[in-house]
């Protein structure tokens, strides 16, 4: 147990649809990262922030938004959903950049 | 946009056998992690090399860093079972404040009894 919480852990919806993933980070760590991973692509970076704050981009859609809450929790809003769309999508923390500790994921599904 | 290859994509050995993965990159990072993945979990952190030329051994994992700070390796010896996963390596990078890691996309290992 990473102690990186995520949820859901399965997600099946339409395409066009809207939907919200949620991450609690490990007791402490300030920085929560959000990856894709696809058979094709591998994990990919997607937002980092610190404390609230937006911190890094990677290769994010405009379709795709985060935010970190005060209690440090963090949503990844994907909307507009496309087929393409369908992925693992991991939320990691850390204390300030070293080892990421990764949750068990939330598995998409767009049909 | 730095990226890094690792090789064999697949890798399917039996038990007992040595294997090496590999991940190479044109891009010099300032560290470079291993980690393992099963299924239906996320990546968990095996070690992380910060100096060139660094050997580090985790019982029969040994990770070497390239003296360029551009590639690595991990050497398994006797594999068993358990160590049957997917192999991901990471590029660290420190700038503007924020500490990025690139992923390669994996060696996926099976080991067979």
């Known amino acids: 147990d990473s102690g990186v919480t995520q949820t859901p852990k399965h997600l099946i919806t339409a395409t066009g649809q809207r939907v919200t993933l949620r991450c609690s980070p490990r007791s402490g760590d300030l920085s929560v990262y959000w990856y894709q991973q696809s058979l094709d692509q591998g994990l990919q970076f997607l937002i980092q922030?610190?404390?609230?704050?937006?911190?890094a981009k990677g290769n994010i859609l405009e379709r795709f938004s985060a935010q970190q809450f005060p209690d440090l929790h963090s949503e990844l809003n994907l909307s507009s959903l496309e087929l393409g769309d369908s992925a693992l999508y991991f939320c990691?923390?850390?204390?300030?950049?070293?080892?990421?500790?990764f949750g068990e994921g939330s598995r998409l599904t767009v049909l | 946009t730095q990226l890094l290859e690792q090789s064999p994509q697949f890798l399917s050995i039996q038990e007992g056998e040595n294997l090496t993965v590999y991940c190479n990159s044109s891009s010099v990072f300032s560290s470079l992690q291993w980690y393992r993945q099963e299924p239906g979990e996320g990546p968990v952190l095996l070690v992380t090399v910060v100096t060139g030329g660094e050997v580090k051994k985790l019982k029969r994992l040994t990770f070497q860093f390239g003296d360029a700070r551009k590639d690595s390796s991990l050497h398994i010896t006797a594999a068993q079972p358990g160590d049957t996963g997917l192999y991901l390596c990471a590029g660290g990078d420190s700038g503007a404040g924020s500490y990025q890691l690139t992923f390669g996309k994996g060696t996926k290992l099976s080991v067979i009894p």
């Open positions: 990691a923390s850390s204390v300030q950049g070293g080892e990421l500790f």
């Open positions: 922030y610190y404390n609230g704050e937006e911190r």
